[in-house]
């Protein structure tokens, strides 16, 4: 009897002890507890990173980058944010060419045949002499009711008379050149050299105290009288100088409805082209809902022409100017903060 109780008891004590060897060495628990590790495997250094070189970085090298945004807002100004069309069926743009203005290049064959860069049914709407009063603001609000642009050539002297009227221009993202201080015509047996500089470069600074930003380096003529000397002169400064493919003659129009008349028939004949109109004129303002909704019906497409970069104005002639019409062109201001009614 007591035989069999030792013999169960030692059965009993041998089951404990390999119960506990087994669940300290064996179960899941031990992995939980001790987490296995492997141990890494012995690399070479690496080879030391080449000389560096002042003039080539590595990484722009041997990777293609495009600039942190940091990087891309120092190198250009922001555009324009882009309004949508409330106009379903407006002319618009068709296309945006860039000029690059070095040496001077001409456009328009009215007088430069070199660079024929419109296809068929395409046109440029140019206007000159303005900024003006009514007669400006009329075609920039025909101009945006077709969602459509053009380049502008305004005289210096209108420039300072009214700057508000020129900085709507700009802001409704048309392009702005040069034409003149005072509309004077360069190719006269009285006007010198030294004079037609003085008339380019004082329209230039006009513009650009006006604007409070240098306009592009877009230049026309008055009266298209293209003076050898003067075309020279632009050529060194690296401005383009326009001429047109068709004269709307509008100065000499009685009415709106001979305007888009005389602008058709010919468009229709040449089939492309710069077209020269004033917004300085009335009948010009008039006319222009109807052309626009004419260039649409007839399948004409605008381009609109932008310059690589702006043109560098000369200090002098910028110091000179504001000394001479002594006021801040440039103010931003708006009229009612200036002259207020206070009795009626």
Not at 15 to 40: K, L
Request: glycine share 6%; hydrophobic share 45%.
């Amino acid at each position: 009897m007591r035989n069999a109780l030792g013999l169960m008891l030692a059965s009993f004590v041998a089951s404990v002890v390999i119960t506990a060897v087994w669940f300290w060495t064996a179960a899941p628990r031990a992995n939980i507890s001790a987490p296995q590790t492997v141990a890494a495997a012995t690399t070479k250094p690496l080879p030391p990173p080449p000389a560096a070189n002042p003039a080539k970085s590595i990484a722009r090298d041997d990777i293609e980058t495009t600039g942190s945004i940091a990087e891309k807002l120092a190198a250009a100004p922001l555009a324009p944010m882009k309004s949508a069309c409330a106009n379903p069926d407006a002319l618009g743009v068709a296309r945006v060419v860039e000029i690059d203005t070095t040496g001077g290049p001409g456009f328009g064959f009215e007088h430069f045949k070199q660079l024929d860069f419109l296809t068929d049914k395409e046109v440029v709407l140019t206007f000159d002499d303005g900024p003006w009063p009514s007669n400006t603001p009329a075609v920039l609000k025909a101009l945006a009711d077709e969602c459509t642009k053009a380049v502008f050539f305004p005289i210096g002297k209108h420039a300072t008379f009214h700057p508000e009227i020129l900085r709507q221009v700009a802001a409704a993202g048309h392009t702005i050149g040069a034409h003149t201080w005072s509309h004077a015509n360069l190719n006269s047996k009285k006007m010198t050299e030294q004079l037609a500089k003085d008339e380019i470069e004082k329209g230039y600074s006009a513009v650009r105290l006006a604007l409070g930003a240098a306009p592009a380096p877009f230049f026309r003529f008055p009266e298209l009288q293209h003076a050898p000397a003067a075309m020279a002169y632009l050529g060194s400064r690296n401005i383009a100088i326009f001429s047109c493919d068709l004269d709307s003659f509008d100065f000499r129009a009685k009415s709106a409805e001979q305007i888009v008349a005389t602008v058709m028939t010919k468009l229709d004949k040449q089939g492309k082209g710069i077209i020269l109109m004033h917004d300085f004129q009335k009948h010009t303002a008039e006319a222009m809902p109807t052309l626009l909704r004419r260039l649409k019906a007839g399948g004409y497409k605008v381009v609109q022409m932008k310059a690589r970069a702006t043109v560098q104005t000369l200090g002098e002639y910028d110091e000179a100017l504001i000394k001479e019409i002594k006021v801040p062109v440039a103010s931003t201001r708006p009229i009612g903060r200036v002259v207020q009614t206070v009795s009626q």
